[in-house]
């Protein structure tokens, strides 16, 4: 034991913080972008896809950026990368599909009309061989 009293609380107010120096956590965020990211890629085909897609590139963007300026306090910064990654590709994925779609549907309206023509020719009157040699003996009727 030690002879000295105990220090004043005054001693205390100007000592610093202690840190947490455990081990680092992982991003929340980092999670949730790369779980929205891989489930955007099926998803975007329906309407709910593009939700999830801004969402998950949202998240990411937002977890990187909290990663990098946590000090080494927070790791998933591959994670919150991936879940961008992939909330990006369904993006493209899907563009590509819709102009695909669109192309699809100018070649059939660029068709149409040609088919039409040729449905809807006018059909030519059919004479028997009777009228043609009566016709033909007698002169066209005026």
């Given at each position: ?27 929340g965020?980092?999670i ?62 899907d ?48």
């Amino acid at each position: 034991m030690s002879d000295q009293p105990p220090l004043p609380p005054e001693a205390y107010q100007g000592s610093p913080v202690p840190t947490f120096s455990g081990a680092p956590r992982i991003n929340g965020l980092a999670i949730a972008a790369l779980v929205l990211g891989i489930i955007s890629v099926p998803l975007i085909f329906v309407c709910i896809g593009w939700a999830t897609v801004f969402i998950g590139l949202t998240l990411g963007i937002i977890a990187i950026v909290q990663i990098n300026s946590s000090q080494g306090q927070q790791t998933g910064k591959g994670m919150a990368i991936a879940g961008v990654v992939l909330s990006v590709a369904a993006i493209l994925i899907d563009s590509a599909f819709i102009a695909w779609i669109g192309f699809q549907e100018m070649k059939n309206r660029d068709l149409a009309p040609a088919e039409q023509e040729t449905v809807i020719e006018r059909p030519q009157e059919i004479t028997t061989t009777e009228e043609a040699s009566s016709e033909a003996t007698s002169g066209p009727e005026n």
